[in-house]
């Protein structure tokens, strides 16, 4: 399943800058798919892991998410991220859904890697600026 996103410039990006790792990553995939947990465990790059394990990591990557979730939450509600910063990010993550069909070229590919790289560190930086 990782093999697809490592052939991915933009997903391969986006993994390299998540909260998750590949081993969650491909869990999360994996749990994605219909099946018995017995059966999503074997579809793990590495092998089959036991149900456990399995279990463990899904829960992990969950728990990554929703920490990432309630961070954009935390920083919205002390009014440190301008709102236009959600609506950017927004239509960012609309777009990146889209942009798979569209076939890009390589170079586009890079662009929009860039450009998500800008928009993280203005994102980042807030809307207030401190003076030490």
Do not use: C, H, W
Request: hydrophobic residues 40%.
């Amino acid at each position: 399943m990782l093999e697809e996103i490592r052939n991915d410039i933009v997903a391969t990006f986006l993994l390299q800058k998540s909260n998750l790792t590949e081993a969650q990553l491909d869990t999360v995939l994996a749990s994605e798919t219909v099946g018995n947990l017995n059966f999503k465990s074997g579809l793990r790059e590495k092998g089959r892991v036991s149900k456990g394990s399995f279990a463990r990591s899904l829960g992990q990557a969950r728990d990554n998410v929703k920490s990432s979730v309630y961070t954009l939450f935390l920083l919205s509600y002390l009014d440190l991220i301008p709102e236009e910063n959600l609506a950017q990010l927004y239509r960012t993550g609309k777009m990146l859904g889209e942009l798979k069909s569209a076939e890009p070229s390589r170079e586009d590919l890079l662009k929009v890697i860039g450009a998500m790289e800008q928009f993280a560190a203005g994102f980042a930086s807030g809307k207030r600026k401190f003076i030490v």
